[in-house]
């Protein structure tokens, strides 16, 4: 599943220049879930509006992103940590992945600003 995730950031990251969500989405499942925790509780929307609102970063992002690590967790989750330099600013993104036949199931992401 590693090698999964890696694939993922980098193709979100072409999505992100080439302006192409199906980059995005076709690493989940059909019935796949997206959640975010912003400051006030957690979020699901739908995975359309998830990879439309990357496509905003394309004028923001300072270069390519950087993956810090990523693990497989207990429980059978994988989490991934990426650090990236949005409008001049450094932030991390925190996910954690749930797969089945090697295709998404469900996101989990946390953002936060250093």
């Not at 992100?16 to 400051?39: C, M, W």
């Not at 992401?109 to 250093?114: S, V």
Request: charged content about 30%; proline content about 3%.
């Amino acid at each position: 599943m590693k090698k999964l995730i890696e694939k993922f950031w980098e193709d979100m990251y072409v999505a992100i220049t080439t302006q192409n969500t199906s980059t995005i989405l076709q690493h989940f499942a059909e019935d796949g879930i997206y959640k975010f925790r912003p400051v006030d509780g957690m979020i699901e929307i739908p995975l359309e509006k998830m990879a439309a609102s990357c496509l905003e970063y394309k004028d923001i992002l300072n270069g390519k992103y950087s993956i810090e690590r990523i693990d497989e967790l207990a429980n059978g989750s994988w989490v991934s940590i990426i650090t990236a330099s949005v409008d001049n600013k450094p932030y991390f993104t925190t996910s954690f992945f749930k797969f089945k036949d090697e295709k998404i199931t469900e996101l989990i992401e946390y953002y936060g600003d250093f």
